[in-house]
């Protein structure tokens, strides 16, 4: 299963970033229901996409991330490729939607 990198300040969301082509980034609460629902599935989705690396931020934990990213709402989840964001689900994500993306994407970029 995919790894999960637990991401827990500004500044180690910022390395994660740089360190990795390609970051997926799910910020989510403790007291949010659908964000504990998601992640078991977006963990299952991204290990067809091994290029991706996954972190987690808790935004009660972080709450700069709110505005560093624009987030209103979670769960938020954020694709930067190259340090620039492709593509942001938030709340309700349709994984079918979500896998098509990311396949378009993905080979795109390995072309």
Request: hydrophobic residues 40%; proline residues 4%; contains cysteine.
């Amino acid at each position: 299963m995919t790894k999960l990198d637990e991401l827990t300040s500004l500044e180690r969301i910022e390395a994660f970033i740089e360190e990795n082509e390609w970051s997926f980034l799910y910020i989510s609460r403790p007291d949010c229901n659908v964000c504990h629902a998601l992640l078991p599935k977006l963990k299952e989705l991204l290990d067809h996409y091994p290029l991706i690396r996954l972190g987690h931020i808790d935004a009660s934990k972080v709450e700069a991330v709110a505005a560093k990213f624009m987030v209103f709402t979670v769960p938020s989840l954020l694709l930067i490729i190259e340090g620039k964001e492709y593509m942001r689900e938030n709340r309700f994500v349709r994984f079918d939607r979500l896998n098509e993306q990311l396949e378009q994407m993905y080979e795109a970029y390995n072309q």
